[in-house]
């Protein structure tokens, strides 16, 4: 499968704990790469393999991953934290890229 | 500091060729892939292809009929043509750098800034 399945909206209260998860066969032998994406903003990546940070992420924000599920966990989550969230693998024959659909994070 | 900087026509009329460019500086060209990937306007993103320093490339099969990518390595930059636009083609664009030097843990690690592009008459 080519398609990677996120849910459209999720909402968190400030300084609380959420996780977005993204579905898909080609996570049972990719790890997810997760984007985050603020309006007018080209996407910035805040995890890529198993749950690392690019330089400048907060450590707040981690990843996991079990069989075809991948997941980003944003704990304490901070008003700035508030954006849309996008993952990303190579796909099952490993010659393409796929992305979720996106999920809109809202921090109450 | 590796940076992308890309540029192209933003509006087009229907029927027409979209033709951006990506120039890559500061970092290494033939270690990674260049991709080009475009987001509707309120939409998500889809990838659209990627080149490698070899002019290698894989391109969406929903767009394949219609994409052309190429490289010049004596310049660091790749380009992107899409023939025969229609407005769903409006979006904006954005060229990106691919890191799957370990497949496993493959990602888009570099972004350009994005250039909207507009297809009416």
């Known amino acids: 499968s080519s398609e990677l399945t996120q849910d459209p909206a999720v909402s968190v209260a400030l300084g609380q704990t959420v996780r977005i998860t993204c579905q898909g066969d080609?996570?049972?032998?990719?790890?997810a790469s997760w984007y985050q994406q603020k309006p007018g903003k080209a996407p910035v990546l805040v995890i890529y393999?198993?749950?690392n940070r690019p330089s400048g992420i907060p450590d707040r924000i981690s990843g996991s991953s079990s069989g075809n599920t991948a997941s980003l966990i944003v704990t304490g989550a901070q008003a700035e934290d508030e954006a849309d969230y996008y993952c990303?693998?190579?796909?099952?024959?490993?010659?393409?890229?796929?992305f979720g659909g996106g999920t809109k994070l809202t921090v109450l | 500091q590796v940076q992308l900087q890309q540029w192209g026509a933003g509006l087009l009329k229907p029927s027409g060729t979209l033709s951006l460019t990506c120039a890559v500086s500061?970092?290494?060209?033939?270690?990674?892939?260049w991709s080009w990937i475009r987001q509707p306007p309120g939409k998500g993103l889809e990838w659209i292809g990627e080149?490698?320093?070899?002019?290698?490339?894989n391109y969406n099969s929903s767009l394949k009929s219609r994409v052309t990518m190429s490289i010049d390595t004596s310049k660091n930059q790749f380009s992107l043509r899409l023939s025969s636009v229609t407005a769903a083609d409006t979006a904006v664009y954005y060229c990106?750098?691919?890191?799957?030097?370990?497949?496993?843990?493959?990602?888009?690690?570099?972004w350009g800034q994005g250039t909207m592009v507009t297809v009416s008459s």
């Open positions: 990106a750098r691919g890191n799957h030097i370990v497949v496993v843990t493959a990602s888009f690690d570099i």
């Open positions: 500061g970092g290494s060209f033939s270690a990674y892939s």
């Open positions: 080149i490698n320093h070899r002019g290698s490339t």
């Open positions: 080609s996570l049972r032998r990719n790890y």
């Open positions: 393999g198993k749950s």
């Open positions: 990303n693998s190579r796909d099952s024959s490993g010659n393409f890229w796929v």
